[in-house]
C-alpha cells in the first residue's frame, strides 16, 4: 500500500475512533461480568490504542452497535493477544482479537496457558500478521545479517512483555534450537521503543509480528532506511514443522520504500475469538453482521480488506464457532471437518 494510501487509511482509523466510534472505544472493563448466557452488552479485547487490533474492535463495535438488534458492544484497549484471551476466560470480555499462535496454544493449554487453558473458538479470520525481522540497512551492512540465526550474539528486542508479539519470537526460537536468554542480548521493547533503540543504535535488531505495511515501520523507514531479516529456507523448514500455524510468507519488494527485494519469512492469522459457550444464534447474528460489512471493517486496515472472506476461515488454528459455521455453509462455503467444534 502506497505512503498516500496509508496516510488515508490512517486518517479514516482515527476519524473512525474520534467520531463514530467515540462510544465503542473505551478503556478496560473494571470488573468481571457475572451474568450467564448471552449478554445484551458485549466487551471486545483488542490491543494497544497504537495497533490496528484497536480501531478494529471499534470498527466491529460500530456494526453490532448498528446491525444486531439488542445488543450494544464496545472495544477495551488492552495489552492485546495474550491478555485479551484471559479476559475471556475471567468473564471479562466477550470476543478477543488475536493472534493464531496465541488462540491455538491457548485452546491446547501449551506455553503460557500450560497451566490454564481457553477452549474459545474462532468467529472470523482476519489478516495474517508477517513476522517482520528488522534491522536497519546500516546494521546490516556492517553485521550482515543474511538469515533469521545470524542474530546470534546481537543486542535483539522481542516485543513488550507478555505480547503476542513476545510469544512469537519464542516460539521462532523454540523451533529453530535457539535460547532467547542465551543466544542474544535481550530487550523486551513494544514496536515505538524498539524502533527507537533502532534509531539510537541500542539493539541491533527487533521483531515485529504486525500486518504488512504497518505505520510505525514505515515510520522508520522514513528516517532510516530498513532491513528485513530473511528467513532462510532451512528455518522456514523447521518452524513451520515444528507449529502448524505458521505459513511460510513473502513480503515483495517495494511493501517497504527502504526494502527492494523479495524477503522470506512466517505469517500467522489473526482471529476473533468467542467463548465456546456463546449460542450458535448469537454467533450466527455477529458472524452475519461483521461479514456482511467487511468494507467497513477495510477502511481501518486497508491491506486486510483482501483477507476478510469467508474462504480464509480454513486457516483458523483452533475450531470455528458453529454460528460461523452455519452462516458460512448458507453462503455456499465448505467448512474443513476438522474446524468444526
Known sequence: MGRQRRRTALGITAGLCLTVLATSCTQPADAAREDEGDRSSLSIATGTTGGIYYPLGGAMAEIINRDVEGVSASAEATGASVENLRLMAGNESDLAITQGDVAYQAYHGEGEFA??????????????????????????????????????????????????????????????????????????????????????????????????????????????????????????????????????????????????????????????????????ERGYELASALYGNTDFLGQVYEGGIEYLVLETLEHSPVPLHPGVIRYAEEQGVTVPDELRP
Open 115 to 280: 497451566d490454564s487453558p481457553v477452549r474459545a473458538q474462532a468467529l472470523m479470520v482476519l489478516y495474517p500478521n508477517v513476522y517482520h525481522a528488522v534491522s536497519l540497512r546500516s546494521v546490516h551492512r556492517e553485521q550482515r545479517l543474511d538469515c533469521f540465526g545470524d542474530i546470534k550474539g546481537k543486542r535483539f528486542s522481542v516485543g513488550a512483555p507478555g505480547s503476542g508479539n513476545e510469544l512469537a519470537t519464542n516460539l521462532v526460537f523454540e523451533a529453530l534450537g535457539m535460547s532467547p536468554d542465551a543466544d542474544i542480548t535481550r530487550q523486551r521493547y513494544a514496536y515505538a521503543e524498539t524502533a527507537r533503540a533502532l534509531r539510537e543504535g541500542q539493539v541491533d535488531a527487533g521483531s515485529w509480528v504486525v500486518g504488512e505495511g504497518h505505520g510505525s515501520l514505515r515510520e522508520l523507514e522514513a528516517t532510516d532506511p530498513i532491513h528485513l531479516i530473511p528467513m532462510c529456507e532451512d528455518e522456514l523448514a523447521k518452524v513451520t514443522g515444528e507449529h502448524p500455524f505458521y505459513t511460510p510468507h513473502t513480503v515483495r519488494g517495494g511493501t517497504y520504500s527502504t526494502v527492494e527485494e523479495d524477503v522470506d519469512t512466517l505469517a500467522l492469522w489473526n482471529v476473533l475469538s468467542v467463548p465456546e459457550d456463546m449460542s450458535e
